[in-house]
């Protein structure tokens, strides 16, 4: 099956509500363009709207989508720019308490999302125990092993409604090869009820992949699409653009300013 995608129709499955898982991590192999089309659209049709925005680590692109009044809630255990300083946009609103931020940590996404591999609404484990952290999430349990009567955290099922992966190159099928450094973007892929591959290439027919079609969407050309993240080994980040964006952006009115240029460009 053909599952080639424009950016306009693989945009039209992020609908209002949904959880949008994004991949890459911090700042490398983001789905930077897809973002960009996303903001297009809605700028000018106001959708989509009160997303949960689900990432292993939020940066740039997570940060575009918060700056557009897209995102009611974020599920990440990092959201910033590294070197580059703070995410304006996060900082923002989570400061003033317009954005629900549910609590994560790297553990408590893995297990997230290996129940829901598992077809379970949780997945025990050990971490959080001692610490505060249950007390900022009521909804995630403890539990007593049946067997040895050990104290579990009881992490539950994540279910993304769509993901969106950045490609190294991707086929026709939907096949993808994502690098080395791959986050969750696997379990993602797998966990999600809809995956859209942006791609920096697409071929025919891949002999290898990281991704597999069954899993898969669409898949849409994108080269460039990770810009200003890098894309190893294809280009590293653009590390000007990324100071541009924090020195530009404070508040909603910077935003707005920046946004306007970028959209443009």
């Known amino acids: 099956m053909d599952k080639r995608l424009t950016m306009d129709q693989a945009v039209e499955l992020v609908g209002s509500g949904a959880c949008l898982g994004l991949g890459g991590i911090t700042l490398y192999r983001r789905p930077v363009k897809f973002v960009q089309a996303l903001v297009r659209k809605q700028l000018k049709y106001a959708e989509p709207k009160n997303l949960t925005l689900l990432a292993f680590t ?3 692109e997570s940060d575009l989508l918060i700056g557009a009044g897209m995102v009611s809630r974020v599920r990440t255990c990092y959201f910033g720019l590294e070197i580059f300083g703070l995410a304006p946009m996060f900082t923002y609103h989570a400061n003033r308490g317009e954005i629900e931020i549910v609590e994560e940590t790297e553990a408590s996404l893995a297990c997230g999302l290996r129940a829901k591999l598992a077809g379970i609404g949780f997945i025990p484990g ?3 125990l001692g610490t505060d952290l249950p007390r900022l999430r009521p909804d995630v349990k403890t539990i007593q092993d049946p067997y040895t009567g050990e104290e579990l955290m009881a992490f539950p099922a994540i279910s993304p409604d769509i993901s969106i992966i950045h490609a190294l190159r991707a ?8 690098g080395n450094n791959k986050g969750i973007d696997e379990e993602l892929c797998l966990a999600s009820e809809q995956v ?3 791609a920096e290439e697409i071929v025919p027919e891949l002999e290898k992949a990281d991704l597999v079609s069954p899993f898969v969407t669409g898949v849409v050309l994108a080269p460039g699409g990770a810009l200003p993240t890098s894309c190893h080994p294809l280009y590293p980040l653009d590390g000007a653009a990324l100071l541009a964006y924090t020195e530009q952006v404070s508040d909603p009115a910077s935003y707005k300013a920046f946004i306007s240029n970028w959209l443009a460009a």
């Open 126 to 128: 050990r971490a959080w």
């Open 58 to 60: 939020a940066g740039l």
């Open 171 to 178: 086929d026709y099928h939907g096949n993808a090869q994502i």
């Open 196 to 198: 859209i591959i942006t």
